[in-house]
């Protein structure tokens, strides 16, 4: 069965990007949102599996989202996806509960590992 | 700005393209511009910066540069809306980037993209600002970094 994902991001050319990859790998696109603040209120109605989460956004960024969701769902697989390229952005987003940490700009590929990298080899299927 | 920090933006636009599309652009002669005399293409992205810097980064493209770009990732909506969004993820990317060398105090605002307009884009005034000229296959663009 595919997995569910989330995409939030305010760049509606990467969230395409991300949807145009992902869904060749078996994921189900069933919400988007470009800010936080959207998705939290999505996320409760469309139970994703997985989220794929940017930083930098208007009304409620990256970090104060991952934090709001990890409330709803503990158990939630957030990959970051953000041009915000230093390691102390990363080590706090991960320390916010993401899984994972992917630096903009990627390549299809680079986003097909690392989603593979976050979820293992079994839950991708 | 000295000029290994200069350097840094040069760097990273050259492995933005590069990566994005198998092709570096050509990066022209730094040089300092006066607020009031800034290059100004069809679409800019603005990337305000506060924190231990102060001021912005801007990119700023010709349509049809952003027309191929977009076509180069993958999108076929090559729309004014799409290229909007393109120059202000560009220049997020940019900025965002650039603080692998300043680090997290190098804090960066959502993108505002101007569409053809030079009078909405502020630039701090006490300060000059560098100017890169980019010319991608036959497209010009510019990446301006001003900063206090």
């Known amino acids: 069965m595919a997995l569910k994902l989330m995409i939030v991001d305010d760049s509606n050319i990467i969230r395409s990007k991300i949807t145009r990859t992902l869904t060749q790998h078996d994921m189900q696109v069933v919400a988007t949102a470009s800010n936080g603040e959207d998705a939290v209120k999505l996320f409760g109605a469309h139970k994703p599996d997985v989220v794929t989460m940017d930083l930098t956004m208007p009304r409620m960024d990256g970090l104060e989202c991952i934090r709001a969701l990890r409330k709803i769902d503990p158990s939630i697989s957030i990959l970051v996806v953000s041009a915000l390229a230093d390691k102390a952005t990363a080590i706090q987003a991960l320390k916010e509960g993401a899984q994972g940490f992917l630096c903009k700009p990627f390549s299809e590929t680079d986003l097909t590992?690392?989603?593979e990298e976050l979820l293992g080899e079994d839950a991708h299927g | 700005m000295d000029e290994q920090q200069l350097r840094v933006f040069i760097d990273i636009v050259s492995q933005y393209f590069e990566r994005q599309t198998g092709k570096a652009p050509e990066v022209g002669s730094p040089y300092l511009g006066d607020a009031s005399a800034l290059p100004i293409y069809d679409f800019t992205g603005v990337i305000g910066i506060s924190g231990e810097r102060q001021g912005c980064v801007y990119v700023t493209a010709h349509r049809d540069l952003l027309r191929q770009l977009l076509l180069h990732v993958g999108e076929a909506d090559v729309s004014d809306t799409n290229l909007c969004d393109l120059v202000g993820e560009v220049a997020?990317?940019?900025?965002?980037?650039?603080?692998?060398?300043?680090?997290?105090?190098?804090?960066?605002?959502?993108?505002?993209?101007?569409?053809?307009?030079?009078?909405?884009?502020?630039?701090?005034?006490?300060?000059?600002?560098?100017?890169?000229?980019?010319?991608?296959?036959?497209?010009?663009?510019?990446?301006?970094?001003?900063?206090?």
Do not use: C
């Open chain 2, 92 to 148: 997020n990317t940019i900025s965002g980037n650039a603080r692998r060398y300043f680090g997290p105090d190098f804090m960066i605002s959502v993108p505002v993209v101007v569409s053809g307009n030079a009078r909405a884009i502020q630039v701090p005034r006490s300060v000059k600002a560098y100017i890169l000229p980019l010319r991608w296959h036959k497209f010009e663009a510019a990446l301006v970094v001003s900063l206090q």
């Open chain 1, 113 to 115: 590992e690392a989603m």
